[in-house]
């Protein structure tokens, strides 16, 4: 019995099974970005977003039909991760490398995974050697090509099922400038595309929560400000945010930057924008429950239109003026999410958008 379930065979069958599953999340999370973060711009931006996933089916499909092959790449994989995930630095001259814990954890299922495929393919020899001949029924033959096949495309039916509903009929009016909206319970007034709304930075991203905060610090402006280093562990505060941040410096049209606060114009918090939410024109009468990593409570799901958002351009989140400690603030997706992240931090998909009374 014992033998019927270790055999020639097992370290294969585990391998291949693990790399499906593997495979088969990372579909699941390509997919799931290209709609979610990557639905913008040319269509080539949605392509990238399955790059991680068709690599690693392109891997997993290598490694059913030639295992040796894959098990070395997936080692050289582990091994390139290995490499990334070292802390290199010089101490007094003298080249030190400290273990990461994090990189450990990617590494050891990798290197653990391309073994077992190792084994297979040294295995698969012997099999042959004593005659084996794969089977005569085609769909036996390739079983696990087909595993590995099914999962990704039902992933693929999936969620294009649930998403193309919504990024295929989201209205973009091409409006870009000052926007009343009469939101849940308040109107207000959206800041137009310029330096109160998706500035772009020449470094190809948007300012981060901290440089929004500390806009108004001296020296004004986007420079290092003494006393405040991220690296150090100090941050903007919340009332230093209300106080200093850029929104204030906007004059009253909102297309520049004025040189002393004209407190005109404030960064929006939550609530604000759970007001302004809206799909196909209408509110969507979204509620923050005062909880960080959750999602509003709303009457319908709003999404990434206008008024409030630029469905053409990357940010899918904006900043918030509330903090939710001393490292972290909070911000806001399209689809109703609160969520909080490094204050000196953000990407091409962070950005903010001042408001002010009408």
């Not at 969507?284 to 409030?308: F, N, V």
Request: glycine content about 10%.
């Amino acid at each position: 019995m014992i033998k019927k379930i270790f055999n020639d065979r097992t370290a294969g069958r585990i391998g291949k099974s693990l790399l499906i599953v593997i495979t088969s999340l990372w579909c699941y999370w390509s997919i799931g970005e290209m709609y979610h973060e990557g639905w913008w711009g040319p269509f080539y931006i949605r392509l990238i977003y399955l790059i991680p996933g068709t690599a690693f089916l392109a891997l997993t499909l290598v490694a059913i039909k030639w295992p040796q092959i894959g098990g070395w790449l997936i080692v050289i994989f582990g091994g390139l991760f290995t490499v990334m995930f070292m802390d290199i630095h010089i101490v007094e001259g003298k080249l030190s490398v400290d273990r990461d814990i994090t990189g450990s954890l990617v590494i050891a299922p990798l290197v653990f995974l391309g073994i077992l495929l190792l084994i297979e393919g040294r295995n698969l020899k012997r099999r042959l050697a004593r005659g084996w001949t794969p089977h005569a029924r085609w769909w036996r033959r390739n079983l696990w090509i087909l595993l590995a096949l099914i999962p990704p495309l039902a992933i693929l039916i999936g969620l294009s099922a649930y998403s193309l509903p919504f990024v295929l009929t989201r209205m973009d009016d091409g409006e870009r400038g000052i926007r009343l909206i009469d939101g849940n319970g308040s109107a207000l007034l959206w800041a137009p595309e310029g330096p109160g709304w998706n500035w772009k930075q020449d470094y190809g991203g948007y300012p981060s929560w901290n440089m929004v905060a500390l806009y108004g610090v001296l020296p004004v402006g986007f420079q290092d400000k003494p006393g405040y280093d991220a690296k150090n562990g100090e941050f903007a505060t919340e009332e230093e945010m209300l106080k200093y941040n850029l929104c204030l410096f906007l004059s009253e049209d909102g297309t520049t930057l004025e040189t002393e606060a004209q407190n005109i114009w404030r960064m929006p918090t939550i609530r604000d924008y759970a007001g302004a939410f809206a799909r196909h024109g209408k509110n969507a009468g979204c509620i923050w429950q005062g909880e960080g990593y959750d999602q509003m409570t709303c009457d319908i799901k709003p999404d990434k239109e206008t008024p409030l958002w630029a469905p053409d351009l990357e940010p899918i989140y904006y900043w918030a003026a509330e903090e939710a400690d001393e490292r972290n603030a909070y911000f806001v997706s399209f689809n109703g999410w609160v969520n909080e992240t490094y204050k000196a931090g953000g990407n091409p998909r962070h950005s903010y958008r001042c408001v002010r009374e009408p």
